[in-house]
């Protein structure tokens, strides 16, 4: 057989992407059969999030058992030697290093698509040409910190990570939940306009989705009100955060954005959230509108999952924060806060190392939160932590066993408890603004989208028990009913929505339409049949959930072990839980997923090696 019939019967058999196929037969039509295979390999890889194809990878793809292990060594033999496959890559008119357009680049063992190998080095290169900023005002810049951050006996990793961003054009905050990230930035923002000399500086804030601008539109600003700045120094303050789409001018039915490199943002400062969320393409983007002078703050949790699409930008960034700052930098940050810090070994990707700050100390979660000490558990991938932290009397988690339709019941019956608030004040017509935000106390979170544990079969039993219950009226003839919560699953910048948006579906004599709190506070409607895709959210995916914060999360877990359910998904849902954490799951399903890691290949972290 050929190497496309076999492609096509492993489509068949789903191990490929009937698109895997196309693609490799598009760009390897006349080529050998391994590269055919490879680039198969590399297509179904780029759609699973990874960036890259390392040829190392191919032996274990070879080895590989599990379903269709016959026609896998078929495939493979068809391809020949895997040792020979870089010399039949480089023989390819569809391969080059990157110094010729060609659809695949291989580079370091490495093969990518083109574009990803292009994003990826313009993201290497940003990061490790990070220079420092500000070098005459050590002495305002040090006042400045002394005057916002009381002194400490202990190491104030917040008062070194202000220190951090403002000696530095781009500078990466990461921490976990409640290591006060948003603080630390009002703080830096704050001791930035006190020092710069410029009577103008543009400060603008965004984040991935509108629910996470949202959040550190209200946060910051909470903070930035405790803040000794004077009317003049305030103004100078944005009032709201927006989405990296609309910051980039995202345009209707278009990929292309208004701003880009030849029509860079007006902005001095850029603050971007839930960075953890970036995926390598708009990352790239991202960094190509920036003016050259702008000053960039990174904020996320480096051990939350990474993007839906491709890459792991923060993950792979932050790699580097326990390697230690360079001698040069760790004493001039020592000088700044006042705290002793040891230097790392080495110089090797010192420019980015000294850009980067890890957050260590949590003020949400202390020793007596089960949640907090449920997510370290996690977090560290240690079983028998988490086993102990389930064991004792922690008021603020919960685990029940799923296993059967009684406990399944249970499960619904909690739910419909959770969304009770909810309930009761769309019976009682309450205004759509405390609607809504009675809406976001209770979220269930799925680590699937289909079946009865997934987001979609979680949906349909919930609307069918309120139903029972008289709590909703649902229409034989549509979709929509009052009270239904939807999320939005495309950017529509027409309306102003962007993935990830909730709303919810009201009747306030106009016919029912649908409720969006925006960014600035206020409230925006949209008839049911103008909104673009979009999905019930009575249960959600975690994915979805990130930028997200709920007073209590109810984890659902599927009946057995799958590679999706991972560490960080699980620290992930666990962390968007503020006040209540209910987990569904059987203790053996937990205990498997946290021992996996989410793995997204890509070569980033090894180019800030050998750039920096």
């Known amino acids: ?67 269709a292990q016959a026609l896998w060594q078929q495939i493979f033999a068809l391809a020949g030697p895997m040792d020979a496959v870089e010399t039949h890559l480089l023989a390819s008119p569809a391969v080059s290093d990157g110094s010729i357009a060609t659809p695949l680049v291989l580079s370091d063992g490495r093969l990518y698509l083109n574009r990803m190998w292009h994003n990826e080095l313009a993201i290497a290169q940003f990061f490790t040409h990070s220079g420092p900023v500000a070098e005459d005002q050590q002495p305002q810049i040090a006042a400045a910190l002394a005057a916002l951050f009381p002194p400490s006996a202990e190491t104030d990793w917040q008062k070194v990570a202000a220190a951090v961003a403002l000696t530095r054009r781009i500078s990466v905050i990461s921490g976990g939940p409640g290591t006060g990230k948003t603080t630390t930035v009002a703080k830096l923002l704050a001791a930035l306009i006190q020092t710069n000399e410029s009577p103008k500086c543009r400060i603008r804030l965004a984040a991935p989705t509108g629910k996470a601008a ?63 969320m970036i995926d390598l393409p708009m990352m790239a983007r991202l960094i190509a509108a920036l003016p050259a002078h702008a000053r960039v703050i990174f904020l996320g949790d480096r051990d939350q999952l990474a993007s839906v699409e491709a890459g792991a930008v923060l993950g792979d960034v932050c790699a580097w924060v326990n390697a230690g700052y360079t001698p040069e930098r760790a004493r001039q940050l020592s000088q700044l806060t006042g705290y002793p810090l040891p230097a790392g070994e080495g110089t090797q990707a010192g420019a980015l190392r000294d850009s980067l700050c890890l957050l ?97 079969g979680l949906n349909e039993q919930l609307e069918q028990m309120l139903a029972r219950k008289r709590r909703i009226l649902p229409s034989r003839h549509s979709r929509w009913y009052e009270g239904r919560p939807v999320m939005i699953a495309r950017n529509d910048s027409t309306l102003g929505l962007f993935n990830g948006d909730i709303g919810i579906a009201l009747d306030r004599g106009n016919g029912l339409r649908v409720w969006f709190p925006m960014p600035d506070g206020t409230l925006k ?88």
């Not at 278009?254 to 953890?276: C, I």
């Open 214 to 276: 949202a959040r550190l539109t209200e946060s910051l600003g909470a903070a930035l009100r405790q803040l000794p700045l004077t009317e003049e120094q305030k103004s100078l303050l944005p009032a709201e955060a927006g989405t990296l789409h609309r910051l980039l001018g995202a345009q209707p039915g278009s990929q292309r954005l208004r701003y880009h490199a030849g029509n860079p943002l007006h902005l001095d400062v850029l603050v971007v959230d839930e960075a953890s």
């Open 1 to 67: 057989m050929t190497m496309e019939a076999l492609l096509l019967e492993a489509a068949q058999q789903k191990l490929l992407r009937p698109l895997d196929v196309q693609f490799a037969l598009m760009v390897a039509e006349r080529a050998h059969p391994a590269v055919q295979l490879v680039a198969a390999l590399l297509s179904r890889d780029s759609g699973e999030g990874h960036v890259c194809l390392p040829l190392a990878q191919l032996q274990a793809e070879e080895q590989a058992s599990g379903r």
């Open 360 to 456: 260590q100390k949590s003020y949400r979660f202390n020793s007596e939160s089960g949640i907090g000490q449920l997510a370290k558990a996690v977090n560290g991938g240690d079983a028998k932590m988490m086993k102990s932290v389930l064991a004792q009397s922690y008021t603020d988690i919960e685990l029940k066993p799923l296993r059967t339709s009684a406990e399944y019941e249970v499960m619904l019956e909690d739910a419909f408890q959770g969304y009770a608030g909810y309930l009761d004040l769309l019976k009682a017509r309450a205004e759509p603004a405390e609607i809504l935000e009675a809406f976001d106390r209770y979220q269930l979170l799925c680590a699937l989208r289909e079946g009865p544990y997934g987001v979609s």
């Open 525 to 612: 409607s949209v008839q049911p049949n103008r909104l673009p895709e979009h999905d019930t959210a009575w249960a959600m995916t975690v994915h979805k959930s990130q930028g997200s914060e709920f007073n209590h999360a109810a984890l659902i877990l599927p009946s057995q072990s799958l590679p999706l359910v991972t560490r960080e998904l699980v620290y992930t849902a666990i962390t968007r839980a503020k006040k209540q954490l209910s987990m569904y799951a059987d203790e053996s399903i937990l205990a498997k997923a946290i021992t996996i890691r989410t793995e997204r290949r890509s070569g980033l972290a090894e180019l800030f090696a050998r750039m920096g």
